[in-house]
């Protein structure tokens, strides 16, 4: 192993893990916008003096909220672990036979798909609903 390559693996976990804790502070976000949503539809139904609580409406809103931050958070935070790991593993391979490059590469990003997948979920949660 050269002098470098584990300084260089650290790195791309280390990078790993940032994106991991990004995701969280995205699903963090998106449940705080769930909740002012919520006291928006609240102070919505005190406006027009509802006599009778939908909370059907109410659930389905806040369901919509709290699973597409959870498909985002999570989907994130995987991303991010299997990026950090295949990342570490890439570049360890990649100082000792470089001719490994493009297998190694195509790994690490089959592991980045994961947060797209997340975000296209987390989207569709969101526009479509549940109905």
Known sequence: MTKGSLRSAWIIYGSGITFAVAASIALV?????GASQTMVFLQQLEMQQVAAFNAKEFGERMGRFIGAGLALG???VGAGIAVGLAGAA?????????????????????????????????ILVLILGVP
Not at 102 to 110: D, E, T
């Open 90 to 122: 890439a570049i360890s391979a990649f100082t000792e036979k470089p001719e490994v490059f493009g297998r190694s590469f195509l790994i690490v990003v089959l592991g980045e798909g994961i947060a797209i997948y997340g975000i296209a979920i987390a």
């Open 74 to 76: 999570l989907a994130g």
């Open 29 to 33: 976000f998106i449940i705080q916008m």
